[in-house]
Nanobody, 118 residues
Framework: VQLVESGGGLVQAGGSARLSCAAS????????MAWYRQAPGKQRELVAS???????NYLDSVEGRFTISRDNAKNTLSLQMNSLKDEDTAVYYC?????????????WGQGTQVTVSP
């Protein structure tokens, strides 16, 4: 499975941005898709996730500002980010968890930079 992210870039505080992730390859048995981020000097953290049952989970600091969504037919994942703040500046990573035949596979995208300017 290959994950390719797009979107991000430089955004003014209070603005919006949309990240997309396209999964290709042998894509089946996806259990969860998610967005993580890592700011300089900090650990990678879960921003938002969605399961195959459409169960959503958000980092407290982005709740109400970010929206995660997926298109199962196209194997794509999106993150709509509104009211961006300086502290949202980070590299954002797409993540896919596949669980099949009693095994799990974890896949990561290459990351895309989001920089929020004051």
């Amino acid at each position: 499975v290959q994950l390719v992210e797009s979107g991000g870039g430089l955004v003014q505080a209070g603005g919006s941005a949309r990240l997309s992730c396209a999964a290709s390859g042998t894509v089946s048995g996806i259990y969860q898709m998610a967005w993580y981020r890592q700011a300089p000097g900090k650990q990678r953290e879960l921003v938002a996730s969605i399961t195959n049952g459409d169960q959503l989970n958000y980092l407290d600091s982005v709740e109400g500002r970010f929206t995660i969504s997926r298109d199962n037919a196209k194997n794509t994942l999106s993150l709509q980010m509104n009211s961006l703040k300086d502290e949202d500046t980070a590299v954002y990573y797409c993540y896919v968890l596949i669980m099949q035949f009693g095994r799990r596979w974890d896949y990561w995208g290459q990351g895309t930079q989001v920089t929020v300017s004051p």
